[in-house]
């Protein structure tokens, strides 16, 4: 197996995951670290034992480097996927891949010139319930799918925003909550009913209103490939991270994410199915420990390029292509057809 070496761009939060993932794998090893911070990605790269850049372009000429994780603001995603494909490395980005429709094609037109593969990480899909209820999905006791829904209800101080001030900016961010903490359900909701073929929605800001232009709430009713409707409701409002609460209606029976648990509920009867894993204080509690997963099935697929398990450009575009969508109908007030 070849021995591959890692770069990470990025020392905020999220980073951590991808250290102690690629801790975690054989063939692995974490060769730098960028951050535009020099004294603390400094700091950080001592710890890692790892070389340190303070210009991702200059991490980008060593060319033993062949993988590059990206772990920045949206409005760098773009920019650095193209910069390292175009330097032959492979490139794991965190979500959004972009922040626009336009952005998913020119990536996508990046990946097909390309030597590197780009794995994107949608690390929900791989939650112990998520397996577990597409499982459930595809063995077809549960009957026709009728509809899903999902409530997503979080909270974001004003220190979240004015910390980090490309939060909550169309510009930096492209947009608020849809973009970044609901876009993994929403992504959940299409891959569980096969995509989705029109949509409205509504957004809005309130009780975040001094501190985003962009939305703090959102609701949306969509129609899925499959034929079931869904209901979503989302808002960075409340006063603590619940639990997401997600529930499939189908002919035959109902299955219901709740406290990060699975039910299923037949005949009158509640079963419990599985439960996802507790955080490993790496990870923050909402996201989950699918990381690991995520990381680990794109290095699958570079050291064994007939294993591709991984989020690609095409994967990663859907839940974006819906945000679109939502933020489009609230403005048109009208329902919008996702193909169009």
Request: net charge neutral.
């Amino acid at each position: 197996m070849k021995m591959l070496n890692a770069a990470i761009i990025g020392g905020g939060a999220i980073h951590r995951c991808h250290v102690n993932a690629l801790r975690q794998m054989p063939g692995v090893t974490l060769r730098a670290l960028v951050d535009i911070d020099s004294e603390a990605g400094l700091k950080l790269a001592m710890t890692y034992h790892c070389r340190f850049y303070q210009d991702y372009r200059e991490m980008l000429l060593d060319e033993e480097i062949d993988v590059v994780h990206i772990c920045t603001p949206h409005f760098e995603h773009k920019k650095m996927i193209l910069a390292a494909l175009a330097a032959g490395k492979h490139v794991f980005c965190e979500k959004p891949v972009g922040m626009s429709g336009s952005d998913v094609a020119e990536i996508n037109e990046a990946v097909e010139n390309a030597s590197g593969k780009l794995g994107v990480c949608y690390q929900n899909r791989l939650n112990p319930t998520s397996q577990r209820i597409r499982h459930e999905l595809a063995d077809g006791s549960s009957g026709t799918m009728l509809s899903i829904k999902a409530v997503l209800t979080w909270s974001r101080a004003g220190s979240y925003y004015t910390q980090s001030p490309w939060r909550g900016r169309f510009a930096t961010e492209g947009g608020s909550l849809l973009i970044n903490q609901a876009i993994h359900t929403l992504d959940l909701m299409q891959w569980f009913a096969g995509g989705v073929t029109r949509l409205k929605g509504v957004v809005d800001c309130g009780e975040l209103a001094e501190l985003t232009e962009a939305e703090d709430s959102a609701m949306a009713t969509l129609h899925f490939t499959n034929g079931a409707r869904g209901l979503f409701y989302a808002s960075n409002c409340h006063t603590t991270d619940s639990p997401l609460l997600l529930e499939i209606h189908c002919e035959n029976s109902t299955l219901q994410l709740c406290d990060n648990a699975l039910w299923r509920i037949r005949n009158g009867e509640r079963t419990k199915l599985v439960s996802d894993a507790s955080p490993d204080g790496i990870a923050k509690s909402y996201w989950g420990q699918g990381h690991q997963h995520a990381i680990s099935s794109f290095y699958t697929a570079l050291h064994h390029p007939g294993k591709a398990n991984y989020i690609d450009i095409h994967e990663a575009g859907k839940s974006l292509k819906i945000v679109e969508a939502i933020y489009r109908s609230s403005q048109m007030r009208q329902w919008i057809d996702i193909n169009r």
